[in-house]
């Protein structure tokens, strides 16, 4: 059973509009939370995260929330770039020391039309 | 350049024949990490090692072996591979065990036949 879940797995948002990117979670002891971008071709890379003792946390266009009562997080990316377009994984962790590890979520497809 | 390292980046191989994929980073990471990455079920991972001698089973450790004898180094090892490992792999390093961004490398795409 999935732990982490992205239960979109495409979104298609015009250029200059918001792009919001969803991600469920059911482990209550995740108290770290990522987002990663992945072009076709390459690994993922890092974009933005956020601690279960934040509810927001902002880096120039892209917004995280995270609900931790509604164990629901989203990634907002306003405006929306055609270099955008990429695959978005969510991610999350939990545990202490060398039991700390990250899941990740399926991704979700994005794609900025011009 | 920081980065992470993989080798091959495509690899055609049989059912039964031992093969590696190589991991190498340059920022002296203590943390390193290999996923694979399959349709609907995104990243899982396989094995990680939180230093040189130290590893440990992800999720999906079944078919796979590695091995950190040096710092640098992180090679996946598939004895006797077998179709369902048919996947993307990605390796992975870390400055410590955390939460924090990991640095993935660029991929491997494995088929076995």
């Known amino acids: 059973d999935q732990q982490v879940k992205q239960n979109s797995p495409s979104l298609s948002v015009q250029e200059g509009r918001i792009s919001i990117l969803n991600c469920d979670y059911t482990?209550?002891?995740?108290?770290?939370f990522l987002w990663y971008k992945k072009y076709p071709a390459e690994g993922p890379t890092f974009l933005i995260s956020?601690?279960?003792?934040?509810d927001k946390n902002e880096d120039g266009r892209f917004t995280v929330f995270l609900n931790k009562s509604a164990k629901h997080l989203s990634l907002h990316i306003v405006p929306s770039q055609p270099g955008d377009s990429a695959v978005y994984f969510c991610?999350?962790?939990?545990?202490?020391?060398?039991?700390?590890?990250?899941?990740f979520g399926s991704g979700t497809q994005l794609t900025v039309l011009p | 350049e920081a980065q992470v390292t993989q080798n091959p980046r495509y690899l055609i191989t049989v059912t039964g024949k031992k093969l590696t994929v190589t991991c190498s980073q340059n920022?002296?990471?203590?943390?390193m990490s290999w996923y694979r990455q399959d349709p609907g079920l995104g990243l899982r991972q396989i094995y990680y090692?939180?230093?040189?001698?130290?590893?440990d089973k992800g999720d999906v450790p079944e078919g796979y072996k590695v091995s950190r004898k040096e710092k640098r180094n992180f090679p996946l090892i598939l004895e006797s591979p077998s179709p369902n490992q048919t996947s993307l792999y990605f390796c992975?390093?870390?400055?410590?065990?955390?939460?924090?961004?990991?640095?993935f490398g660029s991929g491997t795409r494995l088929t076995v036949v």
């Open positions: 992975a390093s870390s400055p410590q065990v955390g939460p924090y961004g990991y640095t």
């Open positions: 482990n209550s002891m995740f108290d770290y």
């Open positions: 956020i601690s279960s003792i934040k």
């Open positions: 991610a999350a962790s939990s545990g202490s020391g060398s039991a700390r590890q990250l899941t």
């Open positions: 920022m002296n990471h203590e943390y």
């Open positions: 090692s939180m230093n040189v001698e130290v590893t």
